[in-house]
C-alpha cells in the first residue's frame, strides 16, 4: 500500500473493489428493472410503493441523505480536527428534527408529486410562474448535488490510482452517470428506492462494524480512543478543544455557524429528500419513518465520529494529512490498519454505491420536477397525458444526467464539498422561506413567493462568487485574482434571512390571495387528503 502518494489502496484492493462494485451494480440494476413502473402510471414513476412499511422509507430516507461525504469527507475532518469535525456531524443528526418537527407531515398532507403542487394548491391563480421558479431553484441544487457526487467519484478514485489521467477521469464519471441514468430513468422512483435501501443498509452496516473494531481496539475504553487521537494528532490537547478549524477568529466562527445554518434548515428543503416525504400514503407512517430516518443518520454519525478519531489515534493524522491534505483517504487508511485489503476494499465499494445512489435519487427528483412542475403544468397547461408526462421524465432523467457527466468533467477539480454547501444554501435560502410561508402564513402570495425562490438563489450564487471560495486564497478557484468582498465561504447566514425576509415583502406589497383559499389549504395540511 502507499502512504506517501494520493493512492492509498493496493492492487488487490482495487480488483475486490472493482469486483464487489460490479456485483452491486449489476444486482441493483436488475431489481431495478424488474421493479419499474409497468403500467405507465405516472404516480408510481414519481412516488413508487406507497404503502412500504416505516423501517423500509426510514432506509431510503437515510439512503437519499447520506452522501459519500460522510463516509469520507466528515470521517476526515473529524480525524484533521478533532472536536470541530464532531460538532459538524452533530448538526448533520440536528437537521432531521427540523423535518419531524416542522416539515414533514403538513407537507405530506398538502402535496402530490412534487412541490410545486403544494404550492399550486396553495396560490393557485399565479401557479405557472410559481412552478416555473421553482422548477429552476430545484435543477440548480440537484445540478450542484449530482456533480458533486460524479467529480467525487473521481476523487474516490484518486485514492487508488493516484493522480487519474484524462481518459480514466472521463471513463469513471461516464460509467458512474450512465448508470445513474438508467436508474433514474427507467426504474424511477421504485427502482432509485431499492438503491437507497441497499446502499443504506450497506452503509449503516459497514460503518457500525468498522466502529466497534475501532472500539474493541482501545478495549471499549473511549478515554484511551481520546487520548491516543490526541497524542497522535500532532496537536495534543488542543485536538479535543474547538478551535483548530472553525474557531480560530470571528469570521471562522461565523463561517461554521453560516454553514450549519445551512445544513440544518436547508435539508428540509432539498428536493429528493422532499419527494421521500411525499411518498408514504398515511402521516402514521410517514411520521415513523422519518423517526426512523433520524435515528439512522445519528448511528451513522455517531459511528463517522468514532472512525475519525480511530483514524487519528490508530494511522496518525499527519500520515492522513501528507495522504489527502482534505482527509478523505481517513477511513480507508484506517482500514486498512485494522482490517488489511478486505476491508478497505468492501468500504471503497460502500463509497462508490453511496455515490451512485444519491446521484439517482438527485437526477430523479430533477427529472420530475422538470417533466411535472414545467412541462405538465406550465407548458402543457394541465393537459399532458400520464404517459406523455412519463415520457418527457424519462427523457428528462437522461438528459439532465448527461447535463451532470459534462459539468462534472469540466469541473472534475472542483472541491465537492463547496458544491454541495452551496446546494443546501440555495435550498435553505430559496426554496424554504417559500415552503414554510406556504403551509403557515395565510398572507403569503405568489409575488412572495417569486421573490422568495429568485432572491435567495441569487443571493446564495452572488455572495459565493464574491467569496474566497472563488479568489483571493491559494485554495480559491481563482488564487491569483482578489474580487472577494464578502468574508465567509458559507452564505447561509446572509442569503436565508434574505430569502425570508424577501418572502415577506413580496406578500405585504401585492394583492392578498382569497382567504378562503387559505381556509381549504390549512384543513388539508391538518388532516390530509387520500
Request: aromatic content about 8%; some cysteine; glycine content about 10%.
Amino acid at each position: 500500500m502507499v502512504t506517501t502518494g494520493a493512492a492509498v489502496v493496493d492492487r488487490f484492493g482495487l480488483q475486490l473493489t472493482v469486483v464487489l462494485f460490479l456485483s452491486v451494480v449489476v444486482v441493483t440494476l436488475f431489481t431495478a428493472l424488474l421493479t419499474a413502473p409497468q403500467r405507465d402510471e405516472i404516480s408510481e414513476f414519481y412516488l413508487g410503493d406507497r404503502t412500504m412499511t416505516p423501517l423500509r422509507n426510514g432506509l431510503a430516507m437515510c439512503g437519499d441523505y447520506l452522501s459519500a461525504a460522510t463516509l469520507l469527507g466528515s470521517t476526515g475532518l473529524v480525524a484533521l480536527t478533532g472536536y470541530d469535525g464532531l460538532l459538524y456531524l452533530g448538526g448533520t443528526a440536528i437537521a432531521w428534527m427540523m423535518v419531524l418537527l416542522l416539515i414533514a407531515e403538513p407537507l405530506r398532507n398538502a402535496g402530490k408529486y412534487t412541490l410545486g403542487d403544494t404550492l399550486a394548491l396553495r396560490l393557485p391563480r399565479s401557479q405557472r410562474p410559481v412552478r416555473l421558479a421553482l422548477a429552476v431553484c430545484t435543477l440548480v441544487i440537484t445540478t450542484l448535488y449530482l456533480v458533486a457526487q460524479l467529480v467525487g467519484s473521481v476523487a474516490l478514485l484518486t485514492q487508488f490510482t493516484g493522480e487519474p489521467s484524462a481518459a480514466t477521469r472521463t471513463l469513471c464519471v461516464v460509467v458512474i452517470g450512465t448508470v445513474v441514468i438508467v436508474y433514474a430513468a427507467i426504474g424511477g422512483m421504485p427502482g432509485a428506492t431499492f438503491i437507497q435501501i441497499v446502499k443504506a443498509v450497506m452503509l449503516i452496516s459497514g460503518v457500525t462494524v468498522t466502529a466497534v473494531m475501532v472500539l474493541n481496539h482501545f478495549d471499549w475504553n473511549v478515554n484511551a480512543l481520546l487520548g491516543a487521537a490526541a497524542d497522535n494528532s500532532g496537536t495534543g490537547t488542543r485536538f479535543l478543544e474547538p478551535g483548530l478549524r472553525y474557531g480560530a477568529s470571528t469570521t471562522s466562527k461565523l463561517d461554521f455557524f453560516s454553514l450549519q445554518l445551512a445544513i440544518v434548515l436547508g435539508l428540509a428543503a432539498l428536493p429528493h429528500v422532499m419527494m421521500r416525504l411525499l411518498a408514504p400514503r398515511k402521516t402514521a407512517v410517514l411520521r415513523s419513518s422519518v423517526v426512523w430516518a433520524m435515528g439512522l443518520v445519528s448511528l451513522v454519525c455517531l459511528a463517522a465520529g468514532i472512525l475519525g478519531l480511530g483514524a487519528a489515534a490508530i494511522v496518525g493524522s499527519d500520515t492522513i494529512a501528507e495522504t489527502d491534505r482534505k482527509g478523505d483517504a481517513a477511513v480507508l487508511l484506517l482500514a486498512h490498519a485494522l482490517g488489511g485489503g478486505v476491508l478497505t476494499a468492501l468500504l471503497s465499494c460502500l463509497a462508490f454505491v453511496t455515490l451512485l445512489a444519491v446521484a439517482a435519487g438527485l437526477t430523479l427528483a430533477a427529472a420530475s420536477s422538470l417533466a411535472h412542475d414545467l412541462y405538465g403544468e406550465v407548458i402543457r397547461k394541465g393537459r399532458a397525458k400520464e404517459t406523455e408526462e412519463l415520457a418527457v421524465a424519462r427523457l428528462a432523467a437522461a438528459v439532465i444526467g448527461i447535463l451532470g457527466i459534462l459539468l462534472a468533467l469540466v469541473s472534475w477539480g472542483a472541491n465537492t464539498a463547496t458544491l454541495a454547501f452551496l446546494a443546501f444554501a440555495i435550498a435553505a435560502s430559496a426554496i424554504l422561506p417559500t415552503l414554510v410561508y406556504t403551509l403557515f402564513w395565510r398572507r403569503f402570495t405568489a409575488q412572495g413567493a417569486l421573490l422568495s425562490l429568485c432572491g435567495g438563489l441569487v443571493s446564495s450564487v452572488l455572495l459565493v462568487v464574491f467569496s474566497p471560495v472563488v479568489s483571493s486564497t491559494p485554495a480559491s478557484l481563482y488564487p491569483d485574482t482578489d474580487f472577494a468582498w464578502f468574508p465567509l465561504q458559507n452564505p447561509g447566514i446572509v442569503s436565508i434571512p434574505a430569502g425570508f425576509l424577501l418572502g415577506w415583502l413580496g406578500s405585504v406589497l401585492s394583492r392578498r390571495e382569497v382567504p378562503e383559499i387559505y381556509d381549504d389549504f390549512e384543513v388539508r395540511t391538518l388532516v390530509g387528503a387520500e
